[in-house]
């Protein structure tokens, strides 16, 4: 059981290259979310899905896309580096059970934009 | 605008103490919270959560205490070992909306023997 799986571990871009962070999921789960680690800024919601075909912005959605066409996997598009991208990515999944629901996180990517 | 805060950065423990982290936030819509427990390039793992029905959880060393008029939830581990030097991160959501975690920004807890 992999989990949650993210690729590359880490990245280092250019200003304005683009890039897809790679997030695989073999839980089932129906919920898929990215986030962003910055420091002293805890992790902050970027974009997320309850479902196959079901995508919608968190708190820091601009500069990123995604796409959900199968429950496995949540790719998170990156469509003109920006040195402010530079942070730690993390995906995680969710499977929700009324009133206990547990989040599995991927071990993140690490993206220097230059 | 934090809605989550984890006010003390870091937290210095002895081995065998209790360890007391703590977490306010401000959207009375919030009804779930969670404890995560982070490593040094490690992703987030999950520790322990409440919901907005119950007062107190335990799990273990782990229990996590809401007080809901306070806005305020706190976790207790006891006792505190070495390997519990992590940074721990304080989350919450509102119902139906699993995906939409709010996090604190965490509070590095250091168990010295």
């Known amino acids: 059981n992999a989990g949650v799986t993210q690729t590359p571990k880490f990245q280092v871009l250019k200003t304005g290259q683009s890039m897809t962070l790679q997030c695989a999921q073999d839980?089932?789960?129906?919920?898929m979310s990215w986030y962003r680690q910055d420091p002293g800024m805890g992790l902050r919601l970027i974009h997320y899905?309850?479902?196959?075909?079901?995508?919608d912005q968190g708190e820091v959605p601009n500069g990123y896309n995604v796409s959900r066409s199968t429950t496995e996997d949540f790719p998170l598009r990156l469509l003109s580096a920006a040195p402010s991208q530079t942070s730690v990515y993390f995906c995680?999944?969710?499977?929700?059970?009324?009133?206990?629901?547990?989040?599995?996180f991927g071990s993140g990517t690490r993206l220097t934009v230059v | 605008d934090q809605q989550v805060k984890q006010n003390s950065p870091s937290l210095s423990v002895q081995e065998g103490r209790i360890s007391i982290l703590n977490c306010d936030y401000t959207?009375?819509?919030?009804?779930?919270f969670l404890w995560y427990k982070k490593y040094p390039a490690e992703g987030p793992t999950f520790l322990i959560s409440?919901?907005?029905?119950?007062d107190k959880n335990e799990d273990g060393r782990f229990t996590v205490f809401l007080n809901k008029s306070a806005k305020h939830l706190s976790l207790h581990i006891v006792p505190s070992q070495p390997g519990d030097s992590a940074v721990y991160f304080c989350?919450?959501?509102?119902?139906?909306?699993?995906?939409?975690?709010?996090f604190g920004t965490g509070t590095r807890l250091q168990v010295t023997l």
């Open positions: 995680a999944s969710s499977l929700y059970l009324a009133g206990n629901y547990g989040y599995t």
């Open positions: 839980m089932n789960h129906e919920y």
């Open positions: 899905s309850v479902g196959a075909g079901i995508t």
């Open positions: 959207n009375s819509m919030f009804d779930y």
């Open positions: 409440i919901s907005s029905i119950k």
């Open positions: 989350a919450a959501s509102e119902t139906g909306t699993a995906s939409k975690l709010t």
